[in-house]
């Protein structure tokens, strides 16, 4: 019976370089492998954990005439109230 061949589901040469370097590495016994797969890992890695996300603070739809204040970090809308101050907990009276 003939062995099927699967492509790499995701990541292309790397990935695959990757996987032949762990399975060699720690199956075969290679230390060499080892590196390269481990090597490329950490790489993969540093990358997914490196890369910029983006972060939506706020999304509210603006009416004409309104505008948005940006003060101390928070965005609010022009008409709208006030955040509470002091933060997330409620001080005990």
Same mark, same amino acid.
């Given at each position: ?5 699967? $492509? ?20 075969g ?23 910029? @996300? $983006?972060e ?6 603006? @009416? ?16 709208? $109230?006030? $955040? ?10």
């Amino acid at each position: 019976m003939a062995r099927r061949r699967t $492509p790499a589901t995701r990541g292309g040469l790397l990935r695959s370089a990757e996987r032949l370097g762990i399975n060699r590495g720690l199956f075969g016994g290679s230390r060499g492998w080892l590196y390269v797969g481990t090597g490329l890992w950490t790489l993969r890695t540093v990358r997914r954990l490196a890369e910029r @996300k $983006p972060e939506i603070l706020i999304s509210e739809e603006l @009416k004409p005439g309104q505008r948005i204040v940006i003060a101390n970090g928070r965005a609010t809308l022009d008409d709208a $109230p006030p $955040p509470p101050a002091g933060g997330r907990r409620r001080r005990r009276s």
